[in-house]
């Protein structure tokens, strides 16, 4: 086994199983099963009873998906690790093991469309309210906050807004008024962005995206990072007593996650396991096509606002090189003239696919104004940054050439 201070990728292709594989299989197999037998009635009560560690039912836990637990372990540095059904899975399951009904939660409104949906509607609904607030402006979030507000939750680059937060004065803040914080870092992968380092307690990714390799499944990780022991956790009390610092994935895994019944399937723990393996290296070239694409879009006379925070002249600039080394993602905005225009570009593309998902291996577009963000008022989409005039670009890994070639001519 190596160890562990080699790079991400080394790291990545070196997990080591749990146990050793009767057939040295060198990928993970799929454990597509429901059940696990044990050699004795003795066993099979220790193994309930919580007095040794063993798979027994696959909503619970399964091999497959426990080796992708520990590579994101192993990729994050974190302390524990939690694979789910979706990325909504695994804020939803977060949320509703940390906060109870009449407590609150602040966050900004610039959320991904589904996550503002959860945090609009749903948690209201179950008596957990959530405090909107500019999360540019971190002093407003004092303003806000009582002694029922648990969690400061973020994303770390917002899409499609793309504005990058300053995560030191948000972890502060938080400390401060006695916040969690939680981040989802679905937009910068583990290889550019480390969590732990932040002082951010609980990270969460859609594994949907840059981790299953290429748009391959969908799935979530929750990661406890390891900077809060949970001593002073009021709702994890229960847990801590027998637990100690893993009460939070305890909780998780004896209530929340194993209640609601939102498991990933071994074949897609497979999947995103062998996404791992290559993912910084997809990240390196969608970054290069990206950067290069901001340029080319920069001289065209009629594209109008680009966005990108990793490029020179971003607003966001310094913060993308301090906190995700000048990667804050693969995503890019751009604006034409109207709304025909921007559906008329899109009908012309031949390379670069028309629809929504991001960090796929192939560039995709999508007019947010007409599709994502359709069932939300005009008003409101405007004061959420989406503009009728605007497209978003995931940047694939195709080679860079055919994606200008496709560009320039649609734009004609
Ligand atoms: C896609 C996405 C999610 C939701 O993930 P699913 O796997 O689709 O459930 C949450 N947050 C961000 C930032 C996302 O991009």
């Known amino acids: ?7 991400f990728t080394t790291k990545m292709l070196t997990t080591a199983f749990l146990k050793e594989d009767p057939f040295n299989s060198l990928n993970m197999p799929v454990y597509e099963t429901v059940a696990f037998e044990f050699d004795s009635a003795e066993d099979i009560a220790e193994a309930f009873q919580d007095k040794k560690a063993a798979h027994a039912y696959s909503r619970s836990s399964n091999p497959t998906v426990e080796y992708l637990e520990r590579k994101i372990i192993s990729a994050t540095g974190g302390r524990a690790a939690l694979a789910l059904s979706s990325g909504m899975a695994a804020i939803s399951n977060t949320i509703i093991a940390l906060v109870k009904p009449g ?29 909107f ?11 806000i906050c009582d002694e029922k507000t648990k969690m400061l939750f973020f994303e770390t680059v917002t899409n499609p807004q793309l504005e990058v937060v300053n995560i030191p004065e948000l972890v502060k803040i938080a400390r401060k008024n006695d916040m969690l914080v939680v981040a989802d870092s679905t937009l910068t992968p583990p290889n550019v962005f480390n969590a732990k380092s932040f002082g951010i307690d609980i990270e969460l ?8 390799g290429g748009a391959t499944s969908v799935g979530g990780v929750i990661v ?25 994935i305890a909780k998780l895994r004896k209530e ?36 290069n694409l901001t340029e080319h879009l920069t001289g065209h006379p009629d594209v109008k606002k680009i966005k990108y925070p990793g490029m020179p002249g971003s607003e966001f600039y310094d913060l993308s090189k301090n906190q995700f080394g000048g990667v804050p993602g693969t995503i890019l905005t751009f604006d034409l003239e109207s709304e025909k225009a921007c559906f008329s570009f899109m009908n012309k593309l031949q390379v670069i696919r028309r629809a929504t998902n991001m960090n796929d ?38 080679d860079i050439d055919d994606l200008i070639e496709d560009i320039d001519l649609a734009l004609k």
Request: glycine content about 6%.
């Open 1 to 7: 086994m190596v160890e562990n201070d080699k790079g």
């Open 103 to 131: 407590e609150n939660i602040i966050s900004s409104p610039n959320l991904f469309g589904h996550t503002y949906g959860l945090f609009s509607k749903t948690l209201p609904d179950l008596g957990i309210e959530v405090r």
């Open 133 to 143: 607030a500019d999360l540019l402006n971190p002093a407003g979030i004092e303003k």
């Open 205 to 212: 990714m859609s594994s949907t995206k840059f981790i299953s």
């Open 224 to 248: 406890d990072t390891g900077n809060n022991s949970w001593e002073s956790s009021e709702i994890l009390s229960n847990f801590y007593e027998k637990k100690k610092e893993m009460a939070f």
């Open 256 to 291: 929340v996650f194993r209640h609601l019944g939102n498991c990933m399937s071994p074949r897609t723990a497979q999947l995103q396991s062998m996404g791992l393996d290559i993912l910084a290296l997809r990240v390196e070239r969608s970054f290069t096509n990206c950067l």
């Open 361 to 398: 291996n192939k560039s995709l577009i999508i007019h947010p104004w007409s599709t994502i963000y359709f069932e939300y008022s005009e008003a409101l989409r405007l004061e959420m940054g989406v503009h009728e005039t605007m497209l978003r670009l995931s940047v694939g890994i195709e």
